[in-house]
């Protein structure tokens, strides 16, 4: 690794060359600022902005009312509205689910950024199968709602201090403290509806939080409690297979008319309908005490967990099928009408009856129905945090813990292959979704010819804990240029392990007598061209059939994993002071040794044991200078780290239909990066900023994925197929963008808040099967060229009223079927009204997704759409109360 020390050279040089224009004066020194209720839009507004001016490095702040007054039923949706942070509604490449799910910043991957929630690592679950195989390292948001909030802290650069983990920043999650309350006892709850528009049903929400304060303020308690419940359903249109008509697809036809030969066409089709039950569930409790001036210790307990049951049923029209009779060759169906538009099939057109000698082996539909009975993540910890100041010159602050996270899938899988019937098939690229049509959709009406039924069923679990111990200390030296020293100690167990058990179906659960009998219709699709009312089977009776036919007796050891990490850390940091130039340097120390099991054979545990140790040192400085009295200049450079997601490093993942899957590399290094930041703060007037930050981040060992074949065993076909296969591998990127920030408030109760980033990220290096080797596109995953976020807000004593619109621009959302999927364009608007009946109640009226926002993905190009999809508007309606 290059470890050269340009980039701090750099902001040094950036500071002392802008330092002769500054007015010169004595910068006092700003004391951390502590957790303050405060009340309204504006005040919490001006919190966040004072504690953003007061900041040693670059960092954007939320507090606990400005959380309040937005429909945030998660942090991510908070955090969506600050600059440079960008949010995404799901774990991977699986589409949205109308809540925000993954936080990235600066333009980068979420697993680059680290989340800890108050200072400490927090492990979590996730509930969708891909996101548990696949072992990420982001944090799922959907499992934290935003009333745990006290503040968020966006650390934008770095400093010695924070943990490493967040090569783009840190992300911190600040609780409310019992000693922080004013009164000695606060009763605080809410009690909500929340209307889905997509699933049109209404479901409660409740949280409460009670706490207790002696009149010494010396012995505190907290309880808090959530239960939120959503039912979701979300339609779509999937395209699942697009691929090059030849004479191995279709052989009569690219005979008889050979301008088709080569041309593009969707093979698998899909109307596409996902219902959810969600309900998020769990509590903290908080005992602070302060035992004397020198000593106070803290111990914090935390439990969510999110059920999340579902069943996903697609109604696929396949037309290799018929073109192939069913893949014998011989016999098979030439379309009746066509159109080629450039190298797309863009229509396809088969007769209504059977114009060959025997259709009976054809399946030209076909549909996939997958119960996930039990499905839930959970998340937990128990966490020990004390001060201790044995003299006026040095203090302590230590932290001891373990966390729990678990995430868990039972998958039943159902497909049917129906009687040749007349389908057609119209695209529109990125324009509209394709008009399906299927003669005969609403009955269910399987094939004779050759079986109708195929079936699946695994059972995942993903279990990740975390035992950490760290301490740190700060000396206040007689030296005025260093002030403070600051120094620490850390050291943290990892562990991550899969377990996946493969499903067998009885051969009586194949027979059509024994099938699902909740035999019930797709509803009217709120997207145009969809197909409508197809027959499908409902969640209750696939979990029965599921129940009864599915045992799970094998583990499917290939695709386990077991991964133990042990990081240990220290650090030296010194605050600076130069008349008015301030900050901090400093530099961190850290050993990461990991050990991987994988690569076990199919039917016994014996995995291959890789082991690997990286010590890497991480400078850090931070500068800021008053350029005039309102005018802050800042200047920081780094080099961060972010270890690689467990599942890069130790996953088998496997789709049995498709026969592609992506695999682990237990000997990727950690992610490196480079960093530089110069930001310029114009606190203009009270509770008001314009603001500019220009980063740029280089990386030398960022990973992406490679493609191969490999043979592995197919649970669907029962023996060992060839996959299309992707397997991450190191490479060098690059990121650099510009963020700019507005915030006014331009009294009598009305203000504004906007925000625009500009990211530019990709690969620099061609790593070997790459898709930046093969196919030149080195686009990094989760980079949006252009965000913006707009908010008003109207606000009097009585009646407050925001609105916010937030968009961003098309992006890499991962890879799907050995395929890179992109999300294209979003935007979303939101607003809050409240209504306060007196200073201790207050009626509340939220929505979320108003402008019913189509999430769309397509693959290397916009002529290829992956997917369309719709959640619906959801509305928030309730009363909020304290005292």
Avoid at 9 to 19: E, G
Avoid at 197 to 224: I, R, Y
Avoid at 474 to 479: D, G, H, P, V
Avoid at 833 to 853: C, I, M, Q, V
Wanted: with cysteine; hydrophobic share 35%.
């Amino acid at each position: 690794m290059n470890r050269n020390m340009t980039p701090i050279a750099t902001a040094v040089a950036i500071l002392i060359a802008t330092t002769g224009m500054a007015q010169a004066q004595q910068a006092a020194q700003v004391p951390e600022p502590s957790v303050v209720i405060v009340t309204g839009v504006r005040a919490a507004l001006a919190q966040s902005i004072n504690q953003k001016r007061n900041a040693d490095s670059l960092v954007e702040v939320i507090t606990a009312e400005d959380v309040g007054k937005m429909p945030d039923k998660s942090v991510a949706d908070s955090l969506q509205r600050v600059p440079g942070v960008s949010v995404a509604t799901a774990g991977g490449a699986e589409g949205g689910f109308g809540e925000n799910d993954r936080v990235s910043l600066k333009g980068t991957p979420s697993n680059l950024a680290l989340t800890t929630l108050n200072g400490h690592t927090v492990s979590s679950g996730d509930w969708y199968i891909s996101n548990i195989t696949n072992g990420g390292r982001s944090v799922s948001y959907s499992m934290f709602p935003s009333e745990l909030i006290g503040r968020v802290t966006v650390n934008k650069s770095s400093q010695a201090n924070l943990i490493e983990g967040g090569a783009s920043g840190n992300v911190d999650i600040e609780t409310r403290k019992p000693l922080s309350f004013k009164n000695p006892l606060t009763l605080m709850g809410a009690v909500t509806g929340v209307y889905s528009e997509g699933s049109k049903k209404t479901d409660a929400q409740f949280s409460a939080l009670g706490n207790w304060k002696n009149e010494q303020n010396n012995v505190g308690v907290l309880v808090q409690v959530f239960d939120e419940k959503r039912t979701l359903r979300r339609i779509g249109q999937e395209f699942l297979w697009w691929d090059k008509i030849s004479s191995g697809y279709a052989p009569q036809w690219v005979a008889a008319n050979p301008e088709v030969n080569g041309k593009w066409l969707s093979l698998l089709t899909g109307t596409a309908m996902f219902n959810q039950e969600r309900e998020r569930k769990g509590g903290m409790i908080d005992l602070q005490v302060k035992v004397n001036k020198e000593f106070d210790f803290d111990i914090n307990a935390f439990y969510t967990r999110l059920d999340a049951d579902n069943v996903n049923a697609n109604f696929m029209l396949a037309p290799y099928q018929p073109l192939t009779n069913n893949w014998s060759g011989v016999g098979g169906v030439i379309p009746s009408k066509w159109t080629v538009t450039g190298d797309t099939i863009t229509s396809i057109t088969f007769p209504s009856t059977c114009p060959v000698a025997d259709c009976s082996k054809m399946g030209p539909s076909v549909q996939d129905i997958i119960a996930r009975p039990g499905s839930y993540s959970d998340s937990k910890f128990v966490n020990f945090d004390f001060n201790y100041r044995p003299n006026q010159d040095l203090k302590f602050k230590g932290q001891v813990g373990t966390t729990r996270g678990t995430g868990y899938a039972r998958d039943y899988g159902y497909e049917a292959w129906l009687a040749y019937s007349g389908s057609s098939l119209t695209t529109y690229g990125l324009d509209a979704p394709a008009t399906v049509t299927v003669d005969n959709a609403a009955t269910f009406n399987p094939r004779t010819g050759a079986d109708f039924f195929g079936g699946w069923a695994s059972d995942v679990t993903a279990k990740d804990k975390e035992t950490y111990g760290q301490i740190d200390g700060q000396y206040k030296t007689q030296w005025d240029s260093v002030p403070t020293l600051h120094f620490g100690l850390r050291t943290a167990d990892h562990e991550r392990s899969l377990t996946w058990l493969g499903g067998t179906v009885a051969p009586a659960g194949s027979q059509l007598a024994n099938r699902p009998t909740g035999l019930t219709n797709f509803p009217n699709s709120p997207l145009p061209n969809l197909l409508n009312k197809a027959w499908t089977f409902d969640a209750a009776s696939m979990k029965a059939w599921g129940d009864k036919y599915v045992t799970f007796n094998n583990h499917a050891y290939q695709s386990e994993f077991l991964i133990k990490e042990k990081a240990h850390a220290a650090y030296v940091m010194g605050d600076l002071d130069f008349g008015n130039i301030g900050g901090n340097i400093g530099v961190r120390f850290v050993q990461t040794k990991i050990d991987v099991d994988n690569g076990s054979p199919n039917n016994v545990w014996k995995p291959v044991h890789s082991s690997n140790t990286y010590n890497d040192f991480l400078p850090s400085i931070n500068l800021h200078t008053e350029l005039a009295p309102d005018v802050k200049l800042r200047g920081a450079a780094s080099r961060t780290l972010a270890r690689p997601d467990f599942g890069s490093l130790g996953a088998l993942s496997l789709n049995d239909l498709t026969f592609s899957g992506s695999g682990g590399n237990p000997n990727l290094r950690p992610i490196m990066s480079n960093n530089v930041d110069v930001g310029l703060e114009w606190y203009f007037l009270p509770k008001s900023l314009l603001g500019m930050n220009i980063y740029n981040m280089n990386m030398g060992s960022y990973v992406t994925f490679g493609s191969s074949q490999a043979d592995f065993f197919n649970q669907s076909v029962g023996r060992v197929t060839t996959y299309n296969m992707s397997a991450a591998v190191n490479t060098k990127a690059r990121v650099r963008g510009v963020e700019l920030q507005y915030v006014q408030d331009f009294g009598n109760g009305f203000g504004v808040n906007a925000n625009y980033t500009y990211a530019d990220g990709k690969e620099t290096a061609k790593a070997p099967k790459s898709a930046c080797a093969d196919l030149g596109d080195c686009s990094m995953i989760g980079t949006s060229k252009n965000s913006y976020n707009l908010g008003v807000y109207y606000e009097t004593s009585k009646f407050s009223a925001r609105v916010n619109y937030s968009f961003r621009s098309a992006f890499l959302n991962g890879l799907d079927r050995n395929s890179a999927i992109y999300q294209d364009d979003v935007g979303t608007l939101s607003a809050a009204f409240n209504y306060n009946l007196s200073e201790n109640l207050t009626l509340s009226l939220e929505g979320k997704d108003l402008n019913d926002p189509t999430l769309k993905s397509y693959a290397t190009s916009k002529n290829q759409p992956r997917a369309f999809y719709k959640n619906g508007k959801q509305l928030f309606f309730g009363v909020r109360g304290k005292m």
